[in-house]
């Protein structure tokens, strides 16, 4: 929905055209007082209609700086925030996976957003220059017919040097803010594996990867820079033209005695006025510039969300998850699928696969934190995509290797979790050491891998969800830690449906049934004891395992 009109945008609106009109009225006043100066009517009532109109265009000009700016700021603040609640809205369901990355996304939140901010003011400012050069064309016309002849012998290869601009600046902002946000992108993944990149002593290396767009990006600056350059020379010699054809005509009709002497004023300011329409080149660059990144923004306001229901689950379901003919896919690479499974309700289903076998992609899919691209995950036999955001969010819960606390402090981060929560999590003992307790502001937290994960499970444990999906959210624990902890979760969470990514054997020994996945497809459901006769079983575990001890 488009943003609707604020103070500073009413104020550019007003202060741009009674700019506009007090500059075109300029020339005519100023004609005036120099008729009355020849004309030896100089009192003081002779200037006052041109002390007026320079004051109002200074008055207009004043409002018009401070509100182009300010409405610029506005406009990128609510699209930026329209932005962010559009992506948060899309949810993890598969909506961004293949789209642009995290380092595009954050260019276009940052960069394309704030050039689309500019938009309303650099649109505005070029219509008021356009209605200004109009403008000033009829007076040269009211003047005379011969001097408004003499500036349209200018006018047709002005227009076609504007069209021509616009033509060339837009293709290359586009492709200028495009290379811009690969190098976001490739910057953002190069901090996210600095470790490793440290440890291979490999920063050369990365550091060439990452800037190897730059090439690029200079060879699309220098084309806008060359095309600004060339604009700016032909509109300067065309604007010399016009203004001496004009003033030539103006001089054969005062010789002639067709013209007063102050029409000649007017006749040059009007001249100067209307051959402004030719140097809008700068404006054209922040309409231009400010077109290329809406566009880039509107390609991820485009997205739509993810469709969902209202409907409810049955009243004393115990959580039973069947997926039906799933498949996931990468564009054309399936990565999951096709899979039956169906997870009993109440029972503990561990997901055990070598690395890349899609248990992760599997957990993700009742909380629809990715949906598949074929098939449907049903809970106590509704599917989810008809389920309500709400009675989704009540019905599963997770926890991660890696989980992110949102809030400003500890206790808004752990939703709702309290004292026993975190003691069965284990994360009692550090949490009362912290500088103010539960009240600690997140961005003072210094954790540890283990200390998050075990934050991650208090506030699961605060959440009677009717199933519960573990996707590595114990890896970080010593074994005694996980040993104490994983005793507290299987008494919290006794009767529900659990599923647990398992990277230890000991995981697996202790569920109900293990799903051994091979290559994205379900190679058995069965339980963990039955399975160890089988020798891929055996290796696909002692590959999780070996996973669990280097993580």
């Not at 649109?123 to 016309?141: D, F, M, N, Q």
């Not at 039956?340 to 561990?350: E, F, S, Y």
């Amino acid at each position: 929905m488009p943003r609707r009109p604020t103070g500073w945008t009413l104020a550019l609106g007003i202060a741009l055209p009674v700019d506009a009109a007090t500059t075109l009225t300029l020339p005519a006043v100023l004609a005036g007082a120099v008729d009355a100066v020849l004309d030896h009517r100089s009192g003081p009532g002779a200037f006052l209609p041109l002390a007026l109109v320079l004051g109002a265009a200074a008055a207009a000009n004043a409002v018009a700086a401070a509100a182009g700016p300010a409405c610029s700021a506005e406009a990128t603040a609510d699209l930026r925030g329209r932005l962010v609640r559009h992506l948060l809205a899309l949810g993890p369901g598969g909506r961004l996976h293949g789209g642009p990355p995290p380092g595009d996304l954050a260019a276009r939140l940052l960069g394309s957003a704030g050039d689309a901010g500019g938009r309303r003011p650099a649109v505005l400012g070029a219509a008021t220059a356009l209605l200004t050069s109009v403008g000033a064309i009829l007076g040269l016309g009211l003047l005379s017919p011969w001097l408004a002849l003499a500036f349209f012998g200018g006018l047709v290869p002005g227009v076609l040097l504007i069209r021509l601009f616009l033509r060339q600046a837009g293709p290359v902002f586009a492709r200028y803010q495009e290379v811009q946000a690969e190098l976001a992108a490739r910057l953002t993944g190069a901090l996210t594996g600095l470790r490793s990149i440290h440890a291979a002593r490999a920063e050369q290396r990365e550091a060439a990867r990452v800037l190897a767009p730059l090439p690029e990006l200079s060879a699309a600056g220098h084309a806008l820079w060359a095309a600004q350059r060339r604009t700016a020379w032909q509109a300067t010699l065309l604007i010399a033209l016009v203004e001496v054809a004009v003033l030539t005509t103006a001089g054969a009709l005062l010789a002639g005695g067709a013209l007063a002497p102050g029409a000649l004023t007017a006749a040059a300011g009007w001249a100067a006025l209307g051959a402004g329409l030719f140097e809008q080149v700068e404006s054209l660059v922040g309409v231009a510039h400010a077109r290329a990144g809406r566009a880039r923004v509107d390609e991820l306001l485009a997205l739509a969300p993810a469709p969902s229901g209202t409907a409810a689950l049955p009243a004393g379901g115990r959580g039973e998850v069947e997926l039906r003919g799933v498949v996931v896919r990468d564009g054309e690479r399936v990565l999951l699928g096709p899979l039956d499974l169906t997870v009993p309700g109440g029972r503990t289903v561990a997901l055990v696969g070598r690395s890349g076998s899609g248990k992760s992609l599997l957990a993700a899919l009742p909380g629809r934190l990715r949906d598949p691209d074929e098939g449907t995950v049903l809970i106590d036999g509704v599917p989810v995509g008809a389920l309500a955001p709400s009675e989704l969010r009540h019905a599963v819960g997770y926890a991660f290797a890696r989980p992110a606390l949102v809030g400003r402090t500890v206790r808004e981060a752990l939703a709702g979790a309290g004292p026993a929560e975190a003691a069965s999590a284990r994360a009692d003992g550090f949490l009362q050491r912290l500088p103010r307790g539960w009240d600690t502001p997140l961005d003072e937290l210094r954790l540890s891998g283990g200390e998050l994960q075990r934050l991650g499970l208090a506030r699961l444990l605060a959440r009677p969800t009717r199933l519960v999906v573990l996707d590595d959210a114990t890896s970080g624990l010593d074994l005694a830690t996980e040993h104490l902890v994983t005793r507290a979760l299987d008494g919290a969470t006794r009767g529900r449906t659990r599923l647990v990514v398992a990277h230890r054997a000991t995981v697996a020994a202790r569920a109900d049934l293990v799903a051994w996945l091979d290559a994205g497809r379900l190679r058995a459901l069965a339980p963990h004891t039955a399975l160890l006769a089988h020798p891929d079983y055996r290796a696909a575990l002692s590959d999780t395992t070996l996973q669990a001890t280097t993580v």
